[in-house]
């Protein structure tokens, strides 16, 4: 599986960004998909991930309620809308595919498969 994130850019405090991440391959649909960001100088964190169906999501309590994550299996896609960003949302975001069916979404581990980031800035 090759994964290509787009969508990332600089934006206002309180804005919204739509990051896509693009699979290729025929069996997308098997692999659950996490969305994990760096901020220069700190560890990998844990944004969000989907369910290989769509049927759950996750996401870290920094996040919730201001990020959303879904995924269309017909166009190997999985999305991550962002809105209310804050300036402590400016990293490269990466997305991240991983045969994950019960627990350990957030764990980078967890994940086979890594995209190659989008920039994401906020300013104040």
């Known amino acids: 599986v090759q994964l290509q994130a787009s969508g990332g850019g600089l934006v206002q405090a309180g804005g919204s960004l739509r990051l896509s991440c693009a699979a290729s391959?025929?069996?997308?649909?098997?692999?659950?998909m996490g969305w994990f960001r760096q901020a220069p100088g700190k560890e990998r964190e844990f944004m969000s991930a989907?369910?290989?169906?769509?049927?759950?999501?996750y996401y870290a309590d920094s996040v919730k309620g201001r990020f959303t994550i879904s995924r269309d299996n017909a166009k190997n896609t999985v999305y991550l809308q962002m809105n209310s960003l804050k300036p402590e949302d400016t990293a490269v975001y990466y997305c991240?595919?991983?045969?994950?069916?019960?627990?350990?979404?957030?764990?980078?581990?967890?994940?086979?498969?890594w995209g190659q980031g989008t920039q994401v800035t906020v300013s104040s």
């Open positions: 391959g025929r069996t997308f649909s098997s692999y659950a």
């Open positions: 989907i369910s290989w169906s769509g049927g759950s999501t």
């Open positions: 991240a595919a991983g045969l994950i069916y019960y627990s350990n979404y957030q764990l980078p581990n967890s994940y086979n498969y």
